[in-house]
């Protein structure tokens, strides 16, 4: 089809409509079903799972895996977003990443404790592929948006995700919760029924693969291939991505304002990443359910009422954002999450997670796509948007190593209420370093 023009209406919307197609991966995989599922694989919560010839707690082995992803994230996104930026194709590249965490879904169907390293890949490929695509899709924004319009088409996308989510989980959650309802064999006993829960749990994972993989298409097709440059990947390019990012620091040393929002930026996300992807893993382990009946409903749920609320925690921030500027609304969102922190300390009870769900949810979509579109406001006129997004990508995928490494050992030497608790402090020091960020860039 023909090159839309940037800011066009169609061209905005194929770009949000990617937030429908991946965002399922966060909410059934990272956040509620696999959680779950995963946990229903071991006889207690203090069973140990045998690894890489080492014997792990259930939760640190996800959170060691969970941060080796991200590392390898963080090392590879500068190569590939060097050689899309030489080439001219991060469609192509998007679209690599889009397929291999499409297909890792659909792989988890076959996780178990005795084919633990294969399963282990499969989660791996879903986590790489998810985070490798946002490398390339988020540097799209400034290529097809005005400034004006990046906030709100960057909430769009955030929204969108969260109402297609919400409709897989939906379906997940009837699957789990009613599997006789979809031709599944619950026998007669209480073992038989949760059986049939397990195996219309590992449905859900095929169910998000095809999702992600079937709607990703008219993104694909609408988006520019990129500005091509009539180039071809030669060995000299392979680490041009370094090359460039070596280029963006030099820039930014000249750019105080994106300088001192990237450091800030570096601090708060690596709390609000590390809690978003253990939230569920916490609720499994730490909240007093009555029976896995209820603690299987009750998580889903809550994660349901997170998703929702984070609809209109979007679009209160952006609104927000355009009243009082990016930074306040940033610092005002960071205080509520350090209190989130403090209180999750003291939920026990179903009805606390619930609420504390709910103030999750309202921060959580908020801070995301106002961390997204601040950003990319405070770019300087450039080509070259993807090594900037790089940049960005980077700076989020090491803070999580660092935030899950940190979750990791707090959560092995002692409780996983303590390791959250410790994020407090990311959040306070997040606020000190966006008091620091000018309005605008001073002159030199």
């Not at 014997?55 to 941060?67: D, N, S």
């Not at 790489?128 to 490398?135: A, D, E, K, N, T």
């Not at 930026?265 to 569920?280: D, E, G, Y």
């Not at 997040?430 to 309005?439: D, S, T, Y």
Request: hydrophobic share 50%.
């Amino acid at each position: 089809m023909a090159e839309l023009q940037k800011g066009s209406k169609k061209l905005l919307n194929a770009w949000a409509f990617y937030d429908w197609a991946n965002s399922v991966y966060t909410l059934t995989i990272a956040s509620s079903i696999f959680p779950l599922f995963y946990g229903s694989l071991f006889a207690t919560k203090t069973e140990l799972v045998s690894a890489f010839g080492y014997e792990f707690k259930q939760t640190v082995l996800i959170e060691i895996v969970t941060a080796f992803t991200f590392l390898v994230v963080a090392f590879s996104s500068p190569i590939l977003s060097g050689i899309a930026d030489f080439v001219g194709n991060k469609k192509t590249f998007m679209k690599f990443f889009c397929y291999v965490g499409g297909l890792g879904c659909i792989g988890l169907y076959w996780f178990s404790k005795d084919l633990i390293h294969v399963s282990l890949l499969f989660y791996f490929m879903g986590l790489i592929g998810y985070w490798g695509s946002l490398v390339f899709y988020n540097s799209y924004l400034p290529d097809i948006a005005y400034e004006d319009q990046q906030d709100s088409i960057s909430a769009k996308g955030f929204s969108l995700g969260y109402i297609g989510s919400v409709l897989l989980l939906i379906l997940n959650l009837f699957m789990v919760m009613f599997p006789e309802w979809f031709g599944f064999d619950v026998g007669t006993t209480e073992e038989s029924r949760n059986t049939a829960s397990i195996e219309a749990m590992r449905i859900s994972f095929i169910t998000v693969g095809l999702w992600w993989i079937i709607f990703s298409q008219y993104t694909f097709y609408v988006l520019p291939k990129g500005a091509s440059k009539g180039h071809k990947v030669t060995k000299s390019v392979i680490f041009n991505g370094f090359t460039e990012l070596k280029s963006v620091w030099k820039e930014l040393k000249q750019n105080l304002r994106l300088k001192r929002y990237l450091y800030a930026f570096f601090v708060f996300s690596m709390a609000v990443q590390t809690i978003m992807l253990m939230a569920v893993y916490f609720g499994e382990k730490e909240i007093l359910w009555a029976d896995d009946n209820e603690k299987r409903t009750g998580l889903i749920v809550s994660i349901l009422v997170i998703q929702l609320v984070a609809v209109l925690g979007a679009v209160l921030t952006s609104r927000a954002s355009k009243r009082f500027g990016n930074k306040y609304t940033l610092i005002v969102i960071n205080a509520i999450w350090m209190l989130l922190c403090v209180c999750a300390y003291f939920v026990t009870l179903p009805i606390h997670f619930y609420v504390t769900a709910a103030f999750v949810g309202l921060v959580m979509g908020g801070i995301q796509a106002l961390a997204r579109s601040t950003y990319s406001k405070y770019l300087p006129e450039t080509e070259d948007s993807t090594s900037y997004f790089s940049f960005y990508d980077v700076a989020e995928k090491i803070g999580i190593v660092i935030g899950m490494a940190i979750f990791a050992i707090v959560d092995h030497i002692s409780t996983m209420r303590n390791a959250i608790v410790f994020l407090f402090l990311f959040f306070l020091f997040g606020i000190i370093l966006l008091f620091r960020v000018p309005k605008s860039n001073p002159e030199n």
